[in-house]
């Protein structure tokens, strides 16, 4: 059984690109969450879906950024016209249900290290 | 606002110590669950433990426990005879009601051989 797959694993973007980072939730869960970890930092929630919802996008940068999780296929979390502010490990988490009650908690991807120069 | 506090930046122990990482969190919320997350140097992210505010029942999985004080804040992490696998960033994490987790800034121990 297949863990959260996150790809790529690393990925560079000169400024001003675009960068589209993939999600697949372990078989079986369909609600999504979006973390980014930047330098020596915790991780800070970004976005919450659910198939074809987004539930909680609190944490989504007001500009550049969107995540989606179609009917079928991964989740894209996208971000337009990097900057180097951008750069950090994107960690993606799925759970079967709610995450707060499973008692696997959240099971997390390897993440995505976008370094943008 | 939730907040966080691994009050301990780093930490560096020689093999088979043991070491108890702090947890300090604010929440107004009366429900929540309390998680603890282990970051080693690959870079993934692995689940640990998840508690419940109503469960203040210590917890020990092999070399590792809990303990939960509800009264200061505080949720505990304690390694016996560390391990130099041991060695890894470990995050505190409580979800105050909600979908997200709020994540402290993490402890980074060293185990020494």
């Known amino acids: 059984n297949a863990g959260v797959m996150q790809n790529p694993r690393h990925l560079v973007r000169r400024r001003g690109q675009e960068a589209r980072l993939r999600c697949s939730p372990m078989k079986g869960h369909s609600h999504v969450y979006w973390y980014r970890q930047l330098p020596e930092e915790g991780l800070k929630f970004m976005v919450y879906l659910q198939k074809e919802n987004i539930i909680d996008e609190s944490g989504m940068p007001k500009e550049r950024f969107s995540a989606e999780f179609p009917k079928e296929g991964p989740s894209i979390l996208r971000i337009q016209q990097v900057v180097r502010g951008d750069s950090a490990a994107y960690f993606c988490?799925?759970?079967?249900?709610?995450?707060?009650?499973?008692?696997?908690?959240?099971?997390f991807g390897s993440g995505t290290r976008l370094t943008v120069v | 606002a939730q907040k966080v506090t691994q009050a301990q930046t780093e930490i560096s122990v020689v093999e088979k110590e043991d070491v108890t990482l702090d947890c300090v969190y604010e929440t107004r919320d009366t429900t929540y669950y309390l998680f603890w997350y282990k970051q080693p140097p690959s870079g993934e992210l692995v689940f640990l433990i998840r508690r419940n505010s109503f469960d203040e029942q210590n917890e020990i999985s092999g070399r590792y426990s809990w303990n939960f004080q509800k009264s200061t804040s505080s949720f505990n992490f304690t390694i016996t005879a560390s391990q130099v696998v041991d060695s890894a960033v470990y995050f505190c994490?409580?979800?105050?009601?909600?979908?997200?987790?709020?994540f402290g800034k993490g402890t980074k121990l060293t185990v020494n051989p």
């Open positions: 994490a409580p979800s105050p009601g909600s979908e997200k987790l709020v």
């Open positions: 988490a799925s759970s079967p249900g709610s995450g707060t009650t499973s008692n696997y908690g959240y099971t």
